[in-house]
């Protein structure tokens, strides 16, 4: 039986290395592959935090996803869907236990598991230690071996919010490095004495932001850096005003790689509104038809989301319903799935290629 807490050591360091995603995913595969045995590769898919919708996917052995299983994600309910387990309190969920022992309810049983020999599903939220999804594992086994054990979905959970850690460095560093999104977070790299080591391109004006340049870096920024590097190592998280006025986040984590203990800072606005900036420029959306977009997105009731913007029920299906004319969506699950197509597939495209190209991926919403 494997040493599961030598194993998630091993994982650990992983995720601290400040590798890009595909180098994660290739270096977690492994130690998965011990501690909880499965068919073939893991499935490692990255979502956009600020929606839940998916915005990469890897598999070793598939270097494209099929279009119709992306798309049935979001167009159709079946059992233990993706968004589904990223809503859930537990944060994982088995094929077996959503059908009550029965998979072949599933329709995914049908078209993307039975044709591999696969019988099992387990499918586990990467949530990171303050709860922001950004990603999805699912594991998966074949047509006569044992269920996924207790202690083997406990190591996955275990295993989820260091997973999350990394994709979510790898994903911010390839922005701040690459940026393609309005407001791209800016990353700040310091060693183990808090010296600059580097900068990325778009991590001046948020200095700047904060009253400090590459010559002087803000308390903030030394501060969440030392908090990184400290006895507790984990991720540290501030939130701060900025000369504009606007607030700023700041992400400190430490990192362990080729080049020793590091700690990278990550800044971005508090609130990012990638979603709602490409809604309103490519839909017209107003401010208050972006909120109710984004609780549909989140599958958020009519009821709650009434609560949550303290206005009526009927108010919030009268901003829905100007939603679908602007959209040309009909239901709520059609606006998902027509956001999907429209701003999140194309991501996930583009980080295929960009991974076949050996560059790395990038996160939220295509622009454009």
């Given amino acids: 039986m494997a040493d599961h807490a030598r194993l998630l050591d091993r994982l650990d360091r992983a995720c601290r290395a400040g590798t890009d995603l595909v180098t994660l995913w290739r270096a977690s595969a492994e130690l998965l592959a011990t501690a909880v045995p499965h068919f073939e590769a893991p499935c490692f898919f990255t979502v956009d935090p600020e929606s839940g919708l998916t915005t990469s996917h890897f598999q070793e052995g598939l270097p494209e996803i099929p279009a119709a299983w992306l798309g049935r994600e979001y167009a159709e309910q079946d059992f233990n869907s993706m968004n589904e387990v990223l809503a859930s309190p537990q944060g994982f969920g088995t094929l077996h236990d959503a059908t009550g022992g029965r998979p072949e309810l599933a329709r995914k049983y049908h ?38 054990e207790r202690r ?15 994709a979510r460095h790898a994903l911010l560093a390839a922005q701040a490095a690459e940026p393609d999104l309005p407001e791209a977070p800016g990353l700040v790299v310091l060693d183990d004495s808090l010296a600059l080591v580097s900068l990325s391109p778009t991590a001046a004006s948020w200095l700047r932001e904060l009253g400090g340049d590459d010559h002087a870096l803000p308390v903030p920024v030394m501060a969440v850096a030392g908090s990184a590097l400290g006895p507790d190592p984990g991720s540290a998280v501030v939130r701060v005003s900025a000369a504009s006025g606007a607030w700023l986040t700041l992400h400190g984590t430490r990192l362990d790689g080729a080049a020793g203990r590091q700690a990278a800072v990550v800044l971005e606005a508090a609130q990012p509104t990638h979603l709602a900036a490409i809604l309103m420029r490519a839909h017209g ?84």
Wanted: contains cysteine; charged residues 30%; glycine residues 8%.
């Fill in 285 to 368: 959306l107003t401010a208050r038809e972006q909120e109710v977009t984004h609780l549909v997105i989140r599958g958020v009731s009519t009821t709650v989301a009434a609560r949550r913007l303290e206005i009526a029920e009927d108010t919030v299906q009268k901003h829905l319903q100007s939603v679908f004319g602007k959209t040309g969506a009909r239901s709520r699950g059609e606006l998902v799935s027509l956001l999907f197509q429209t701003h999140y597939e194309p991501r996930v495209r583009d980080n295929e290629q960009r991974t076949a190209s050996e560059r790395p991926s990038r996160h939220g919403p295509m622009p454009g």
């Fill in 111 to 148: 078209e993307e598991m039975q044709p591999f020999g696969c019988e099992q599903e387990l499918v586990v939220a990467l949530r990171t230690r303050q709860g922001e999804p950004w990603g999805v594992l699912g594991l998966y086994r074949e047509k006569g071996r044992p269920l996924f």
């Fill in 152 to 166: 083997e979905i406990e190591f996955a959970r275990a295993a989820a919010p260091m997973l999350a850690e990394g």
